[in-house]
C-alpha cells in the first residue's frame, strides 16, 4: 500500500512562497485566486497490509520527522 | 583551559571556521564526527556548527537531529552542558526540540550572505556576558532559512525568562527585519540558560582586517568565570 503525506505550513503561519506564487499568478491575470499554500508531497510505499497499522505508523512518522509540528501540519492519504 | 568539541555532520562547512576561532581565543578544541556517539569527558563548551548538513533535505536540520551523536547531545545538554548551535545548528537545536521554536525559509525567499547589526536584548546569560543589553554588534549573517518563528504563548514565555539573546537592527541599535522572524529575533536560548542559538556566525567575525572583530567578545563569554 502507499501512503501520500501532504506537509504544510499551518494556517496562521505566514506562507512566504505562496504569497510569492499567488503574486506571479496575479501578475500572470489569473486573478480569481483568493489564497496560495505551497507545501511538500511525500509517497512512502508501505508493506503494511493493515489500514489502521499503516495510518498509525505514517502518523508516528509525520510527527517524529516528516513534518514540523511547530510550523507545519500533514495530511495523510493512504492508496 | 577550555575545551570546545565542535560537532560535523556531512554537508557542515563551518566547522574549521569555528575551530580558528576558539582556538584564536586560547581554547584547546575537537572535531566531532556525527556517527560518535558520546561527547569527550573533558568538553566545556558543545558547538553545532553551521553548513547544510545533509543538504537541508525536508527541512533544514531535520535529519543531523537524528544522527548518531545527537542522543548524547540531548543527554549532554539536559545535564546542564552548554551547547551553542550556530546558524545550521541553531536550526538543528530547534528541530531536536532543545530550543522553542522554528526556522522558516526567509520572508524574501532570498538567500541572505551579508554583515548585519545585531542588537543585545538580554546578557544575563553566560555567552553574553562579557557585552552590555543594548550593544550593538556587527556579525555576518548567510542563511535561507532563518525566519525564526514561535506563536504567542511561546513568545510571552521567551520574554518573561530573558530567552531572547540577540535581535537584528542597525549600526543605531533600532530594530530591523532582514527575514521576517518574529519580533526579529536572531537569537534565543533555552529555560535554563546552557543552550543558545543564533544564525549569525560571531566565529566569522573574529579579525578587523575581515570586516568585523564583535565576534570576539560574543565568544569570549564561554571563557570567563
Given at each position: 500500500?502507499?501512503?501520500?503525506?501532504?506537509?504544510?505550513?499551518?494556517?496562521?503561519?505566514?506562507?512566504?512562497?505562496?504569497?510569492?506564487?499567488?503574486?506571479?499568478?496575479?501578475?500572470?491575470?489569473?486573478?480569481?485566486?483568493?489564497?496560495?499554500?505551497?507545501?511538500?508531497?511525500?509517497?512512502?510505499?508501505?508493506?503494511?497490509?493493515?489500514?489502521?497499522?499503516?495510518?498509525?505508523?505514517?502518523?508516528?512518522?509525520?510527527?517524529?520527522?516528516?513534518?514540523?509540528?511547530?510550523?507545519?501540519?500533514?495530511?495523510?492519504?493512504?492508496? | 583551559?577550555?575545551?570546545?568539541?565542535?560537532?560535523?555532520?556531512?554537508?557542515?562547512?563551518?566547522?574549521?571556521?569555528?575551530?580558528?576561532?576558539?582556538?584564536?581565543?586560547?581554547?584547546?578544541?575537537?572535531?566531532?564526527?556525527?556517527?560518535?556517539?558520546?561527547?569527550?569527558?573533558?568538553?566545556?563548551?558543545?558547538?553545532?556548527?553551521?553548513?547544510?548538513?545533509?543538504?537541508?533535505?525536508?527541512?533544514?536540520?531535520?535529519?543531523?537531529?537524528?544522527?548518531?551523536?545527537?542522543?548524547?547531545?540531548?543527554?549532554?545538554?539536559?545535564?546542564?552542558?552548554?551547547?551553542?548551535?550556530?546558524?545550521?545548528?541553531?536550526?538543528?537545536?530547534?528541530?531536536?526540540?532543545?530550543?522553542?521554536?522554528?526556522?522558516k525559509r526567509n520572508e524574501s525567499l532570498h538567500f541572505l550572505s551579508k554583515h548585519h547589526h545585531l542588537k543585545v536584548v538580554n546578557n544575563d546569560n553566560i555567552f553574553l556576558k562579557e557585552l552590555s543589553n543594548n550593544d550593538v554588534v556587527n556579525i555576518p549573517i548567510a542563511h535561507h532559512d532563518g525566519n525564526y518563528f514561535i506563536d504567542a504563548d511561546g513568545l510571552k514565555e521567551l520574554e518573561a525568562n530573558n530567552q531572547i539573546l540577540l535581535k537584528?537592527?542597525?549600526?543605531?541599535?533600532?530594530?530591523?527585519?532582514?527575514?521576517?522572524?518574529?519580533?526579529?529575533?536572531?537569537?534565543?536560548?533555552?529555560?535554563?540558560?546552557?543552550?543558545?542559538?543564533?544564525?549569525?556566525?560571531?566565529?566569522?567575525?573574529?579579525?578587523?582586517?575581515?570586516?568585523?572583530?564583535?565576534?570576539?567578545?560574543?565568544?569570549?563569554?564561554?571563557?570567563?568565570?
Amino acid at each position: 500500500m502507499k501512503a501520500i503525506v501532504n506537509v504544510s505550513l499551518k494556517a496562521g503561519v505566514l506562507d512566504s512562497q505562496g504569497k510569492a506564487v499567488h503574486h506571479a499568478l496575479d501578475s500572470l491575470h489569473f486573478n480569481g485566486v483568493e489564497d496560495v499554500r505551497v507545501g511538500k508531497q511525500i509517497i512512502l510505499k508501505l508493506d503494511e497490509t493493515d489500514k489502521d497499522k499503516a495510518m498509525a505508523d505514517v502518523t508516528k512518522m509525520c510527527e517524529e520527522l516528516l513534518a514540523n509540528t511547530v510550523i507545519e501540519d500533514y495530511e495523510i492519504e493512504l492508496v | 583551559m577550555t575545551k570546545v568539541s565542535i560537532l560535523q555532520f556531512p554537508g557542515t562547512n563551518c566547522e574549521y571556521d569555528t575551530q580558528y576561532a576558539f582556538e584564536r581565543l586560547g581554547a584547546k578544541t575537537e572535531i566531532l564526527w556525527h556517527k560518535d556517539e558520546s561527547i569527550p569527558s573533558d568538553t566545556d563548551l558543545l558547538v553545532i556548527a553551521g553548513g547544510f548538513s545533509y543538504g537541508d533535505y525536508l527541512r533544514s536540520g531535520a535529519i543531523a537531529r537524528f544522527s548518531p551523536i545527537m542522543k548524547a547531545v540531548e543527554a549532554y545538554a539536559k545535564n546542564g552542558g552548554k551547547v551553542l548551535g550556530i546558524c545550521n545548528g541553531f536550526q538543528v537545536l530547534t528541530e531536536a526540540r532543545l530550543l522553542p521554536g522554528a526556522l522558516k525559509r526567509n520572508e524574501s525567499l532570498h538567500f541572505l550572505s551579508k554583515h548585519h547589526h545585531l542588537k543585545v536584548v538580554n546578557n544575563d546569560n553566560i555567552f553574553l556576558k562579557e557585552l552590555s543589553n543594548n550593544d550593538v554588534v556587527n556579525i555576518p549573517i548567510a542563511h535561507h532559512d532563518g525566519n525564526y518563528f514561535i506563536d504567542a504563548d511561546g513568545l510571552k514565555e521567551l520574554e518573561a525568562n530573558n530567552q531572547i539573546l540577540l535581535k537584528y537592527s542597525d549600526a543605531k541599535g533600532n530594530i530591523l527585519n532582514p527575514n521576517g522572524s518574529v519580533e526579529s529575533i536572531a537569537g534565543i536560548c533555552n529555560k535554563e540558560k546552557n543552550v543558545f542559538g543564533l544564525m549569525p556566525h560571531p566565529e566569522r567575525a573574529m579579525e578587523s582586517i575581515l570586516g568585523s572583530e564583535d565576534g570576539i567578545k560574543m565568544l569570549q563569554g564561554f571563557f570567563k568565570a
